[in-house]
Each structure stands twice: as C-alpha cells, then as structure tokens.
C-alpha cells in the first residue's frame, strides 16, 4: 500500500514529534560534546519560529532568504516559513555581493535570516535599494546588534508570546500546489534562476525517493551528517525532507574542513557525496595505502580485488560462488572493516552521489573497498532526483532507471524529457524561461542521454554545452573531462574545441595530489614549477595518447594541452557552489592560454 502524501512537510513533522517525542532528532556540537535535540523540541523551535515571523508580519507566499553554514537554526528558518505561508530561499555562502544582492532582489525576500556577524554585515553591505527587505535575523550574535536587527532568541520568544492559533490557522491554509521553496540554481551561465517547488513536489519526491531506496524497510537509529550546502535541492533532501518522512537522526558538521573529524565521530548509517567529494577521498585513500608496508599494500591489493568481482557480480545479479563469497567476508574480516572505520563510514549501508558527473573509474575504486556508491541523476527542476540507482537494481557507470511515477523519454536530439509530481511549477518571475522549461506537459531538462537495453541512464552530456567543430563534428566535452580527470594529479579538467578545427585541454592539478605525485618521482613540489616541467608535461602527454584518445572518435582526440598550477575553485569562480564547472566562465578567465594552444597548432601547421 502507498504513503499517504501530507500537505506539508511540517504536517509531517508535528506528526512525527506526537509519534517520536523525546527521540533524538538533529545532534549539534557544542563544547566539543554532541547535543540532541528532541523531536518534540524540533517542532516546537519551528511552530515559535513560525509564530515569531508571523509577529514580523510575513505573508502569505512571502520569500524568507537563509544564509549560513548547515545548522538546526537553518533548517527551523525554512520549515517556520513554510509553516508560516512564506517561502524559505536559500543562499549559498560563496555568493559574491553581486550574485547576493540579485539573488536577494529577484525573490524579493522580505525576511533574512543570517548565521552571525560576518553574514549579516555582507548583507548590509548591499542592502540599499533593496526595498522589499523589511527583517534581517542573526542565529548566532557575537556583537549588540545593529537597530532593527533580530536576534533568532528574539523571534523565538516573540513566538513564544504569540497566540498558537495563528500558527495552526496559516499552516492548515497551505495547500499541496501551493509554492513551498524557492531553489535558486548554481548558475553555470547567467545569472541564477528561482526554481519553484511546490508542497507535493517536495512531500511526494521525498516519500517516493525513500520507498526506492528501501528507507521504508530501515532499521533503528539510523543517522546522518548534513555538511553539504542547504541551498542545494540534494542536500536539503537528505538533510530536512528526507529525515522528516523517515525518522532520521541529522547530525549537522561544524564546518566542511572538519568533515573529516566529525564523520569518525558521527559514523552516520547514510552517507551523500557530490563527486569531488568521492574525489578527494579516493586522494586520502590511495595516499593512506601507499604509505603501508609492503605486505599490507599486497594484503589491500588482493581484499581490493576480491570486493571489485563481489560486488560486480553480485550487481550483475549472477551467482556468487561459495570461494568468492568465502574470500569477500575474510576481507571484510582483515581490510575493510578497519579502514572504513578510519574513515567513519563503518556502519553506512547506504552510499550515494548525485549534482555532476562522476568517473566509472571512482565508482570502481569504491567498489573495490566495499562501498557501493549508488548514482542519482536530477536537477532542482525536478525536486532533486528523476532517475536512482537503487539498494535493489545498481548499475556502476549508470544514472539508475527512472523513479515510480516519474516517466522519461528522450526526444529527437536525444535531449531527456521528464514528466511526473516531481516536476517543478516553472521558473519565479520568469515565465519565458518557464515556458522553455516546460513545454506540453514535459520538463526539458538540458541533458542528453541515453538509456541501455534494461532501461538504466546514461549521461551523454549538457545540451547547450555540446561543442561542434568548424568541420560540423559535434562531441560532448563532459565524458572526454572525467577521462582527463581520471589522470594523477589532475584535479578538473575542461575542453575547448566550440567553432575550432580540434580539441584542446585545460588540465588543472589538484594541490593534494601533485605533491605526493611530485614527491614520488622526483619533480618540483612547488605547482607552478610542477606545472612548467617539461617531464612532467611528457607524462601528461603520454598518458592522454594510452589513456584517453584511443577510447575516442579521432575528432574528439586532444591535440593539445596546457597545465593550470591550481586548480579550479568556488572562490575562483570556476565552479558552482555545488562544484561543477563554470565552462564560459573558465574560457574567459583562461582566454589567453587557450588562445596560445590554438595560436602554436597553427604556427606548427604553417
């Protein structure tokens, strides 16, 4: 029997503190000890919060702006304005004053709601003109407040002094089409756009997106660390929705630097990464392994290879002999048990990505450790996920098979299509752009792709990002970048080639990687020493020529390259909040150096 969908997802989450009560439901460190927070008291924090708007004077459907570092103060912010008729925006920290300040007088937030003094005096910095701004919340002041600024104590306790009527009176006038979130996009080009999410898209994705990934079939206690940006649909379905229709416990990171630290403390049963994040891992790992004597490094080797057959046959859905099943629990026994628990990853039974491509090459190496990452591909447009990779049907390399309820088809120009209750009500304040986006009861999503004989994703890559050659070949740089990435110490990657007469390549190195690749062969460990030596460029070069051209179509071979000495960064503006590449951005900024590679190709040809 299906779940009934609530109206709300606070509906869900009152009815989950009656069910729940003094249970643990979000966990913050304070003075280096984890502190709970009940479910009761999780309710009650966003009814008072909800109640303190309200005494604000927030209306109905009225935008609530968020911004900070993942923390129960945030997620109480974006459920209380649901909860109050308004709609919660998050912000995402590394939003230069330009991009805050649009982002801010687009969704014409009439509240914000910062986490401390540094985030409130970005505001103010461009506050002027902003006219629809009426309220600016502080959740952790160090310093007295400017005047006419709050305090969240503040709005909690003018909640508390509030008649809780008012709070049940707006809540139960919501109606599931009613607009609930606005999403704001990364913005890879132009300027970001609201994504509208309405009450059921984001209750019937969350109690869908759980059934596939058997949470309805969970065990006790099951937890998770919410590090990822809120702003982001991925991370406020694992970190807010999700937890709420499935009980989870949410344990919020101090910050992304102390990831490490928190994950060994934390050791949460569920865990999501974005790709670079499995990147940098995979870095840890291979670093970590290196350094082990002889015999463990062939004792790793042989557990690695028995996991990798294991869990390929097992995912195949084949037989697994007696031996091999023998072989994988030993390894369990004498390798991985051990370094997952290093790591803090000893009791997750669940693992997934999802928001950009990730390497077969990763998944593989992951594989061989025991963790079996399951892939997601979406977007905001769709409240997060179109297609899983499920406990039940996994296939590395592929974007899983469409969710219950949400149909997919590929149009002519192999662009996917999507149609289903997760779809998004359109763009705020863009209804040309809506109108693109959706067209004939179908969300184009931008990508192309594919699927496999037994109906399982694949990515070819963005619409709009497909490069075509002056000789009128088109290829598709991003499964051409994840080979280029796949190279040690390369850290991103981008290719070039739109109206040229070939490809080139940027390859930027990632500092973690390249010192240890220098150390190990002798070449400077300063990166832009790295980045110049000649030998250094003959091995990239070699390795492109065994590793990448033969697995392409001779036009879509690199013909030339140049090494960036840093890589690409969110403070560089290179990549989005959530780590994908900003490909007009780098081409202007790298302008110059892609100019030279074309400029020597055609010296040479001359």
């Known amino acids: 029997m299906a779940r009934a969908i609530p109206k709300t997802v606070v509906h869900e989450l009152n009815a989950q503190a009656d069910r729940l009560q003094d249970r643990p439901a979000l966990w913050t460190k304070r003075g280096g000890k984890w502190v709970a927070t009940s479910w009761r008291e999780y309710a009650q924090k966003v009814k008072l919060f909800a109640l303190?708007?309200?005494?604000?004077g927030l209306s109905r459907q009225s935008p609530v702006a968020i911004l900070g570092f993942n923390r129960e103060e945030w997620v109480v912010a974006d459920l209380a304005a649901m909860a109050?008729?308004?709609?919660?925006?998050?912000?995402?920290?590394?939003?230069?004053?330009?991009?805050?300040?649009?982002?801010?007088?687009?969704?014409?937030?009439?509240?914000?709601?910062?986490?401390d003094d540094q985030a409130l005096a970005r505001v103010l910095a461009v506050r002027e003109g902003l006219t629809a701004?009426?309220?600016?919340?502080?959740?952790?002041?160090?310093?007295?407040?400017?005047?006419?600024?709050?305090?969240?104590?503040?709005?909690?306790d003018k909640g508390g002094r509030a008649d809780d009527a008012e709070y049940f009176a707006r809540l139960e006038a919501a109606r599931p089409e009613d607009l609930a979130t606005l999403i704001y996009t990364s913005g890879t080009t132009g300027h970001p756009k609201g994504v509208m999410l309405s009450h059921q898209n984001v209750c019937w994705t969350a109690v869908t997106l759980s059934e596939a990934m058997g949470l309805e079939r969970r065990r006790e206690e099951e937890t998770l660390l919410s590090y990822l940006p809120l702003s982001h649909i991925a991370e406020q379905v694992c970190s807010i929705y999700g937890p709420i229709f499935n009980a989870l416990e949410v344990s919020f990171a101090e910050s992304f630097e102390k990831l490490p630290e928190d994950l060994r403390e934390v050791r949460p049963t569920l865990f999501f990464g974005v790709p670079?994040?499995?990147?940098?891992?995979?870095?840890?790992?291979?670093?970590?392994?290196?350094?082990?004597?002889?015999?463990?490094?062939?004792?790793?080797?042989?557990?690695?290879?028995?996991?990798?057959r294991f869990h390929k046959t097992n995912l195949q859905g084949r037989p697994v002999s007696i031996t091999l099943q023998a072989e994988f629990e030993l390894a369990k026994r004498l390798v991985f048990k051990g370094l997952k628990a290093r790591i803090g990853l000893d009791r997750t039974h669940l693992f997934a990505t999802s928001a950009a491509p990730i390497s077969k090459e990763v998944l593989d190496f992951f594989a061989s450790l025991d963790v079996v990452i399951r892939e997601v591909y979406g977007q905001s447009e769709v409240t997060g996920p179109t297609s899983v990779n499920t406990p039940d049907a996994t296939r590395l390399g592929t974007l899983g098979r469409p969710m219950r309820g949400v149909e997919v088809r590929l149009a002519d120009d192999q662009e996917i299509l999507v149609r289903g209750p997760n779809?998004?009500?359109?763009?705020?304040?863009?209804?040309?752009?809506?109108?693109?986006?959706?067209?004939?009861?179908?969300?184009?999503?931008?990508?192309?792709?594919?699927?496999?004989?037994?109906?399982?994703?694949?990515?070819?890559?963005?619409?709009?990002?497909?490069?075509?050659?002056?000789?009128?070949?088109?290829?598709?740089?991003a499964a051409i970048e994840l080979m280029l990435k796949g190279i040690d110490p390369v850290g991103?990657?981008?290719?070039?080639?739109?109206?040229?007469?070939?490809?080139?390549?940027?390859?930027?190195?990632?500092?973690?990687?390249?010192?240890?690749?220098?150390?190990?062969?002798?070449?400077?460990?300063?990166?832009?020493?790295?980045?110049?030596?000649?030998?250094?460029?003959s091995y990239l070069a070699q390795r492109i020529e065994a590793d990448v051209n033969p697995r392409l179509a001779r036009f879509e071979t690199i013909k030339r390259f140049e090494v960036l000495p840093q890589d690409f960064t969110v403070e560089g503006g290179e990549l989005t909040p959530t780590l994908k590449v900003r490909r007009k951005v780098c081409e202007q900024k790298y302008a110059a150096v892609i100019d030279a590679l074309y400029a020597d190709a055609a010296a040479k040809a001359s």
């Open 52 to 56: 303190g708007l309200l005494q604000l």
């Open 84 to 115: 109050a008729g308004g709609v919660p925006v998050g912000l995402y920290q590394t939003l230069s004053p330009e991009q805050l300040r649009y982002v801010l007088d687009h969704s014409q937030a009439s509240v914000c709601v910062v986490e």
């Open 133 to 156: 701004l009426k309220h600016l919340i502080v959740m952790e002041p160090a310093q007295p407040l400017p005047e006419g600024v709050h305090s969240f104590a503040e709005v909690l």
């Open 276 to 308: 670079r994040v499995w990147e940098k891992f995979k870095t840890k790992v291979e670093q970590g392994i290196a350094a082990q004597p002889l015999a463990r490094r062939r004792l790793v080797g042989w557990a690695r290879d028995v996991a990798l």
């Open 423 to 477: 779809v998004c009500l359109g763009y705020y304040r863009e209804a040309e752009a809506t109108a693109e986006l959706i067209s004939g009861g179908w969300l184009h999503s931008g990508d192309t792709g594919a699927f496999d004989a037994d109906g399982y994703l694949q990515i070819i890559g963005r619409k709009k990002e497909i490069l075509v050659t002056s000789g009128g070949k088109k290829t598709a740089p």
């Open 492 to 537: 991103n990657a981008l290719v070039i080639g739109d109206r040229r007469s070939h490809l080139v390549a940027l390859l930027a190195i990632d500092p973690e990687r390249a010192k240890a690749f220098a150390v190990a062969r002798g070449l400077p460990m300063d990166p832009k020493q790295l980045a110049a030596h000649p030998d250094f460029k």
